[in-house]
């Protein structure tokens, strides 16, 4: 069964784990572009991605908005009842999920899912669960890393590079 949705925590995954703020008290948040290309390419393979994270934050939104990924989540203290709710909504199964998080509150989705990853600078107790430790860093090309390594064990790698020439 292939992966059809992959599910991204924000801080610490999509971004390096900082939250910065400005003499306002606006947040700060850098996300990598070049994850950003690979999920907008995941896109174009048809496959679906969702975002499920602790926090709440107005960038968040613009970012997911930005990427059109249409499935996201703000402030879920419990992301593996989230993404089941998700799962049955898209009528699919955690046989079609790989996620991907680096901390502790990221582990019930993480230990459910068919294919887990954690950027690596994840917290050991992610690490020590994960199927895959990526060598890239959140915020640093992880979610680009796991995308990246899903299309070449689903055999969609000339699709992937075909979408851009």
């Known amino acids: ?4 949705l992959i599910v991204l925590d924000v ?3 999509m971004t390096k784990g900082e939250i910065i703020y400005n003499q306002m008290g606006d947040e700060i948040k850098a996300f990598n572009v070049k994850d950003g290309l690979a999920i907008e390419s995941w896109f174009k393979l048809g496959k679906k991605t969702a975002i499920i ?11 997911a908005k930005e990427l059109h990924i249409e ?3 703000q402030g879920v203290k ?3 009842q989230t993404l089941e709710m998700l799962l049955e909504k898209l009528n699919l199964t955690m046989e079609n999920v790989a996620a991907i998080g680096d901390d502790l509150n990221d582990l019930s989705m993480l230990r459910v899912a068919k294919k887990s990853f954690a950027p690596a600078d994840a917290v050991a107790y992610v690490t020590k669960e994960v199927d895959v430790v990526l060598n890239a ?11 990246e390594r899903l299309i070449v064990e689903e055999g969609l790698e000339s699709q992937f590079i075909g979408l851009w020439q």
């Open 1 to 4: 069964m292939s992966i059809e």
């Open 11 to 13: 801080d610490g995954t």
């Open 53 to 63: 994270t602790g926090r709440s934050s107005q960038i968040v939104e613009k970012r």
């Open 71 to 73: 499935h996201y989540y």
């Open 78 to 80: 419990n992301k593996r």
């Open 137 to 147: 860093k959140g915020g640093e090309g992880a979610v680009r890393e796991m995308i």
